[in-house]
């Protein structure tokens, strides 16, 4: 049967949709930056045994899936998808290009791999824009897949109405709709600057000895827990970074 790839970029959604399929026993490899496979793009090298092999112990009745920051802008990876198996759902997660791309430049800032302007990232890290094409990265699926295997949903549909944007995946999945708990229904991380750059410098180097040592697990648990990121970072307050209103105008016209 078809399995599930998540095809979600970063901030939008990527642990919520992970949650509500592994509450009902639906496991997803996360896949995010520095956490996972990145099989289709960074790592075909390996093999499709290695790679299935990551789904071992899956249920032969449900989806079992990864969830990737980089599939939907990656020219390699539709075709190589398609070639393993043509019945395989996707999901995409969009969201408004110009507002996209402030959101990647703070997470940036927060995880201290940039300290400056936005306009200036942006001549720095061209696929802050460039990941945001989303018509030429859609195109390139529907080269390879029929259209009824690509959901697409939209950011700020996830955050006006979480309950019906699950839906749209359990039903698009074939399984089970599942009610949020009302914690769910909430922001769980917005965006948000180091308490201590030290310590969160700390926590990034722990984590990547973690990686090298094989405990891939314990790491992706320790960087979705919430209670880490509140004691890593705190949200904004009026000290939030905000776009150029002249900036996001000239780059929504072009």
């Known amino acids: 049967g078809g399995r599930a790839v998540m095809v979600v970029g970063k901030n939008l959604g ?21 956490k996972g496979l990145y099989y289709f793009d960074q790592h075909f090298d390996r093999g499709p045994s290695w790679y299935l092999g990551q ?28 070639e393993l198996n043509p019945r395989m759902k996707l999901l995409v997660c969009l969201r408004e290009p110009v507002d996209r791309a402030f959101s990647d430049y703070l997470d940036l800032i927060k995880n201290q791999r940039y300290d400056g302007p936005f306009e200036s990232a942006l001549e720095q890290f061209p696929g802050l824009l460039g990941r945001g094409t989303y018509a030429t990265h859609l195109n390139r699926y529907l080269e390879h897949f029929p259209r009824e295997q690509l959901l697409v ?18 039903d698009f999945l074939g399984v089970r709709r599942w009610e949020l708990p009302p914690a769910e229904l909430k922001s769980r991380m917005p965006a948000g600057t180091p308490r201590s750059t030290v310590l ?8 990547r000895a973690a990686k090298r040592v094989g405990l891939t697990g314990v790491r992706s648990r ?13 949200p904004y307050a009026d000290d939030r970074p905000t776009i150029d209103p002249a900036t996001a105008a000239r780059l929504r016209s072009e």
Do not use: C, M, N
Request: no cysteine; charged share 25%.
């Open 55 to 82: 789904f071992e112990g899956a249920p032969a009745d449900g989806p079992a899936g990864e969830i990737s920051h980089s599939y939907l802008s990656s020219p390699e990876a539709p075709e190589r998808i398609a």
């Open 14 to 34: 990527a642990d919520s949709l992970q949650r509500w399929l592994g509450e009902q026993g639906y496991p997803t490899e996360r896949l995010a930056s520095s």
């Open 153 to 170: 949903q939209l950011f700020d549909e996830l955050k006006a109405d979480p309950q019906a944007y699950a839906d749209e995946v359990y």
């Open 200 to 207: 969160a410098r700390s926590a990034k180097a722990a984590s």
């Open 222 to 234: 320790v960087k979705r827990s919430v209670r880490v990121r509140q004691a890593l970072y705190r």
